[in-house]
């Protein structure tokens, strides 16, 4: 699971002190904890990575197997994986348990780690990193501009859309998601429309608490598992929807007309095919269909 770079390697308790402890008093360091066997480390790991990559060496990202590394382990007093802590000035600061979103991710280290000096970045490129932290109006206002010098430009009219319907503008955004032309942006086409299409239906189901409570009462109602799942989409909580569909799939593949397994065809466009939660739980349902 290793591809170093300047910015990511493996710490071990020979060089950890150096590496982390010493590195940290210079720029943040983030210190990934897990272990092969942890499915949700596997998912995480290249997020991190991504992250790190993405301050162009003012944050680095070390990895700690702790199945090598019990030492370390103890000494944290690590108890569940994944954990990600980070340390500054030779001290844990901030961290978190379990897989996150990027969003999340780049919240919480906002406070510690410089921007580095921005470039000459594409105008979309910007929208689009705007647009993966959450920062949906700033997102907006970027591709306005982009869309006044070209209004045909599909890739900035299907994430002006995308931004549109966060905001609960779904009418207008699928009136802007007909005006995408051509077969180039398909996949980016197909995953907006299925966010509408999850927001559109959230907003016609009961609120998550009753869902939730139906389910205590009856862990097999399937149609409560269902809705729970798309308004958990709604909200972006895309591993706990994937996970919960693939649950009902395995459970009762045929209810409402394989519903369970379109879903999950849904937000594989969505996310994407490059999305890590993409594939780990494409993989899921590959073994549960065969």
Known sequence: MSQDTPYIFDASTLNFDQTVIENSFHKPVLVDFWAEWCAPCKVLMPLLAQVAESYQGELLLAKVNCDLEPDIVGRFGIRSLPTVVLFKNGQPVDGFAGAQPESAIRAMLEPHVQRPAPAEEDPLVVAQELFAAGHYGQAE?????????????????????????????????????????????????????????FLAQAASLPDAADLKSRLAQNPEDDEAAHQLAVQQLARQQYEAALDRLLKLFMRNRSYSEGLPHKTLLQVFDLLGSDHPLVTVYRRKLYQALY
């Open 141 to 197: 206002a970027a591709l306005k501009h982009i869309l006044q010098d070209d209004n045909s430009n599909a890739a900035a009219l299907i994430l002006y859309a995308r931004c549109l319907a966060e905001r609960g503008e779904l009418g207008e955004a699928e009136t802007v998601l007909n005006a995408v032309k051509g077969d180039e942006h398909k996949a980016a086409l197909a995953g907006a429309r299925a966010q509408l299409t």
